[in-house]
Every structure is written in C-alpha cells, then in structure tokens.
C-alpha cells in the first residue's frame, strides 16, 4: 500500500522558521514533491527531491531521507503570504505520473 | 492560452445529471489526469492518460469517464451525479517520468451536487 502523513495543522510567526514533516510508504519510490497550494486556487511546484540531501531553493528548502521515508519542507524568513496549505507527493515507478501519491496537505498559518 | 485551462469554474449541478468538466493544455504534455480534492483526504487520482488514444483508471475512478482524442483536451464526464461527487476538480498535466517538476494544475472546478 502507499501512504503519505503529514501534520494537519501548524502556525508561526511572521519571520520565523517552520519546518514541515512528510512520512511516506510506497511501493517504489521515483522522487518527492512538495507543492503550495493557497485557499481557493491550485497547487503549484515548490520542490523536487530524488536523492537523499537538501535542496535549497530560495527561502524554502526540502530535505529527503529514502531510507527513514521521510522529508520536510523548510520555510526561513516567513511572510504572511507563506500562509497555505503544503502538500507532500511521492512518485512512484512506472510510466509519467499516474502513481503520483499525494499526502493531506498541512494548513500552515502565519501570524503577524 | 497559458498552461491549463479548466471550465467551468464552479458549477451546481442536480443529481441525476449529466455533467462534463473541460480541461485543456498548450503545452503539449504527453500525460493528464483527473483529480478530485476534498477536505482531509487530500488529492485523489480519478483517472489518466499517458498519451493521446488511451487512458487508465485512477484510485477513485467510479462515477467518472474520460477521453483523450487529442493531446490537448481531457474532458471528464460524470454520467449522472450523485452527492458524493461533490468536490473541487483539478486537472493537470507533465511531461516526462523523470521529469523534475511534476505537474501543472489547472485552476479547479468547484462541483457541488444538489
């Protein structure tokens, strides 16, 4: 089976750091996504890990551990535009996206 | 046009109708799918399409039917709605299984079945 968990909910403060957990099990694993999605809107691409490490893109960063199925999504220097929901993704093998796995998203609330 | 384009925006649709969502892309990607999003269960696969003349079932496909004639257009249809069916569609597109990026979503439709 696959499985994605990610807390519902977190809140921080305007200019702190937050940091996001991904736990997954998957039967294959071909890379992992973060996306941001605001209230109302689509998601859009944050993040791409397919090797263990970090990735740094800006102020946000995404780290992956293969080994432990595990991830986060690190926000540095928070905005209240930060306020959105953050979805973890795993691929897993097979042809283009179909085994796309999507977590339940975490509600992440900024406050001034 | 600019990347995907989803109609219609919402929509409020009695049971027992028939009801076709669009979804369109320009930027000539191989592969679509369909999504469902609803509260605490997150984005659910309904159905896809690797390339232009076949598709596949998704995690949640019953209810749902889809076509690909082309490499643009991925209408999915719900033969007669039901309550359940009520949910934000999202549409999206990608390239290539390596690809680093993932998917492109369409803006959403917001269905609610009355």
């Known amino acids: 089976g696959q499985n994605i968990d990610q807390p519902t909910e977190m809140t921080a403060t305007e200019g702190a750091i937050v940091q996001i957990n991904c736990t997954y099990q998957?039967?294959?694993?071909?890379?992992l996504f973060w996306y941001q999605q605001h209230a109302g809107e689509a998601p859009t691409f944050l993040s791409y890990?397919?090797?263990?490490g970090l990735e740094e893109k800006g102020r946000f960063s995404s780290f992956l551990s293969r080994s432990k199925g595990y991830s986060y999504l690190l926000l540095k220097e928070l905005q209240m535009k930060d306020s959105a929901s953050y979805l973890c993704?795993?691929?897993?093998?097979?042809?283009?996206?179909?085994?796309?796995?999507f977590g339940p998203g975490t509600r992440l609330s900024v406050l001034p | 046009i600019a990347g995907i384009t989803q109609a219609p925006t919402s929509q409020i649709l009695a049971a027992g109708r028939r009801m076709t969502l669009r979804c369109t892309q320009d930027?000539?990607?191989?592969?679509m799918y369909w999504y469902r999003q609803d509260l605490g269960l997150g984005l659910r696969l309904i159905h896809y399409?690797?390339?232009?003349?076949?598709?596949g079932k998704g995690e949640v496909p019953d209810g749902y039917s889809v076509s690909r004639a082309n490499t643009d257009d991925f209408p999915l249809t719900l033969a007669s709605a039901v309550p359940s069916q009520t949910s934000v569609y999202f549409c999206?597109?990608?390239?290539?299984?390596?690809?680093?990026?993932?998917?492109?979503f369409g803006s959403g439709t917001r269905l609610t079945v009355v």
């Open positions: 930027m000539r990607h191989n592969a």
């Open positions: 890990n397919v090797l263990d």
């Open positions: 993704a795993v691929r897993g093998p097979g042809n283009y996206g179909q085994n796309f796995v």
């Open positions: 399409s690797n390339t232009a003349g076949t598709t």
């Open positions: 998957t039967s294959g694993f071909n890379g």
């Open positions: 999206a597109s990608s390239d290539r299984a390596g690809d680093s990026y993932g998917y492109t």
